[in-house]
């Protein structure tokens, strides 16, 4: 999915004596204070909110990278970089969403939504949802292009979800939702808040096994250089054509045979014994296999490291294999357990400068392409980047 440009902000800069303090001023062009307005930094437990005179002021507790988000509902969101305002006083101008009059060619219908909920659902959610639930679902608004088979969601409102597994109550602001049915990807955009609601024992165990794993797992591990001490393993793979699958040659003939038939509108034009082959050769076999180039990599050769900064530095695809210990309680206490099931997921970054943080977070997530494990682990699964193991 190609970047998102989003809102334009207007900030003004202001020396600060609190290094952690970032404080300011929320307004419209027209210089009226906006209350209510939600600041906090993506991802993390880390908010607050503006007073009746716009102004606000968040302690970023030592945080250094990620985003600040000026959000309220029936208004622009604002994003800016948090390493830009540290210390700092801003002055941001939102305004309200505007009514923008247009041809809308695919209307957001009532059958659309009773169609694609679930697969909404699955896809955003997890399939593991269950003590998952999306307080406000009914405000999102679908809509199908038949013709293109591509699937639309908007989220007017910020979506409330309610984690009972995790503890957690997330405020959601879902930007973009889109399903391409015809090349079979979805792609998702959003900034999120967390709010703790519980910390029982429980509650803490399915913290520690949703962590372990994970991407952020991943991600803080191969900043810290500790890939192998937490137990990932890194092969270099590429995507091959496979030698079973028909050649063009061979899906062209399928193709003019099909094209006849239409064309003619008959059903009896000869289906002979060679295109029975090469159907079932298309049926039965991927078009690509997945090789492994190059096993156990270490992080310099599909990273680089630049004035303390680190950046994913690789064309290929990344094969992520890792052995799952599930913790348990016993006598009150978390205990691993002694056996494992291995996952294996696949990292692509598409972005030409991909920088990955100490918080298990990284520059352009929506670039960051991912399959298998990784892709599973949807908003059921979501820890805040202030997550520590074991809180």
């Known amino acids: 999915m190609k970047r998102i440009l989003l809102f334009c902000v207007y900030f003004s800069f202001v020396c600060c004596y609190f290094a952690q303090i970032i404080s300011g001023k929320i307004q419209t062009e027209t210089g009226n204070a906006i209350s209510d307005v939600n600041v906090y930094l993506d991802g993390t437990k880390i908010s607050t909110t503006s007073t009746n005179d716009g102004s606000f002021q968040l302690d970023v507790q030592g945080q250094k990278s990620g985003n600040l988000i000026f959000q309220k509902d029936s208004y622009e969101t604002s994003i800016f970089p948090l390493n830009q305002a540290i210390g700092k006083s801003v002055k941001v101008i939102i305004n309200p969403v505007k009514e923008i009059e247009e041809v809308v060619i695919i209307p957001y219908t009532e059958q659309a939504y009773k169609n694609f909920i679930n697969y909404f659902l699955d896809k955003f959610l997890g399939f593991d949802r269950e003590g998952v639930t999306i307080k406000n679902q009914r405000t999102l608004k679908f809509s199908y292009d038949k013709k293109n088979q591509f699937l639309k969601v908007k989220a007017p409102q910020t979506l409330i979800i309610e984690n009972k597994n995790l503890g957690y109550t997330l405020q959601y602001n879902l930007i973009n939702f889109e399903t391409d049915f015809k090349n079979k990807t979805t792609s998702y955009l959003g900034t999120s808040f967390f ?13 520690m096994n949703a962590y372990k794993g994970s991407l952020m797992h991943f991600l803080r591990s191969l900043y810290n250089n500790e890939l192998e001490q937490e137990g990932f393993i890194v092969n270099h793979a590429k995507r091959i054509k496979n030698p079973s699958y028909p050649t063009d040659a061979e899906l062209q003939k399928l193709q003019d045979h099909f094209e006849i038939v239409k064309a003619q509108k008959i059903s009896n034009v000869p289906w002979t014994d060679e295109l029975e082959a090469i159907s079932k050769k298309k049926s039965k076999n991927p078009e690509f296999v997945m090789a492994i180039l190059k096993t156990k990599m270490k992080e310099s050769d599909f990273t680089k490291r630049k004035e303390g900064r680190l950046f994913l530095d690789f064309e290929d695809l990344l094969m992520v294999n890792y052995q799952k210990y599930f913790y348990e309680i016993k006598k009150g206490e978390f205990v691993k357990a002694s056996t494992f099931s291995t996952q294996s997921s696949i990292v692509h970054p598409e972005a030409l ?27 059921s699964k979501m820890l805040p980047l202030d997550y520590r193991f074991g809180n």
């Open 195 to 207: 709010k703790e609601n519980n910390s029982k024992k429980n509650t803490i165990l399915n913290r």
């Open 353 to 379: 400068e991909f920088e990955v943080f100490p918080e298990g977070n990284t520059s352009e997530p929506d670039l960051l392409i991912l399959e298998e494990h990784f892709s599973h682990q949807n908003v």
